[in-house]
């Protein structure tokens, strides 16, 4: 049973780009949840997604943006790259959109802005 | 909103030693709690979590966290500390029965386990 799976493993960006972020949920999952973890630092979140939809946002500029497809997977966007998006980006999986499912993570991608 | 405090950003602990992760959470509202590990260029890892009822909980690996209401706290606990032990561990909380589980992590505290 594969795990959640995220891709690319690295990137390097340069100040201004844009780039794309991709996660595959852990299988029977439909609920998708991005977290920024930046060096020394708790992860942060950014959203969640659920039923194709954002359901929940947290303190992160329009900047980030993202979808879900109707198999569950989902994206993230980050637009007009700035040094301070540096960081670890963390994917999460679960069964439904509340709080007693646990969220299983992925390896995450690790961004970095020059 | 909620927040979660976790008082030692590191905390070095020879082998087979006990160690103890402080973590202290602020929130208007009932919460989930959990504590995650993360391994080395590693994602995170569920170590346990309370949800209700027993007050101690205790992961397969010999952790164990009490829940405290009255003091708003979720510590993490191990008698016995072995090198494989050696990650940065997260305690996180979500509200309880709201749609949507966001959770809100503390700093994290890294632990060292030395020979």
């Known amino acids: 049973d594969a795990g959640v799976t995220q891709s690319p493993t690295h990137l390097i960006k340069t100040r201004g780009q844009q780039v794309t972020l991709r996660c595959s949920p852990k299988?029977?999952?439909?609920?998708v949840s991005w977290y920024q973890q930046a060096l020394g630092q708790g992860p942060q979140f950014i959203f969640q997604y659920y039923e194709e939809e954002e359901r929940q946002r947290g303190n992160f500029p329009d900047r980030f943006s993202g979808h879900q497809f109707p198999n569950y997977s989902s994206e993230l966007n980050v637009n007009a790259l700035l040094l301070g998006d540096s960081a670890l980006y963390l994917c999460a999986s679960s069964l439904g959109d509340r709080g007693v499912h646990e969220q299983y993570f992925g390896p995450g991608t690790r961004l970095t802005v020059t | 909103a909620q927040s979660v405090t976790q008082l030692d950003s590191q905390v070095p602990v020879f082998e087979e030693a006990p160690v103890e992760l402080r973590c202290n959470y602020s929130?208007?509202?009932?919460?989930?709690l959990f504590w995650y590990v993360q391994y080395p260029n590693q994602g995170l890892q569920l170590l346990l979590k309370?949800?209700?009822?027993?007050?101690l909980v205790e992961s397969i690996n010999g952790f164990e966290a009490e829940f405290n209401k009255s003091q708003t706290s979720f510590h993490l606990r191990k008698p016995s500390v072995h090198i494989s032990d050696t990650a940065e561990y997260f305690c996180a909380v979500t509200k309880w029965g709201a749609a949507g589980n966001k959770l809100t992590f503390g700093g994290g505290t890294r632990v060292l386990v030395k020979p």
């Open positions: 929130s208007s509202v009932s919460v989930y």
């Open positions: 309370y949800l209700s009822g027993s007050t």
């Open positions: 299988s029977g999952h439909d609920t």
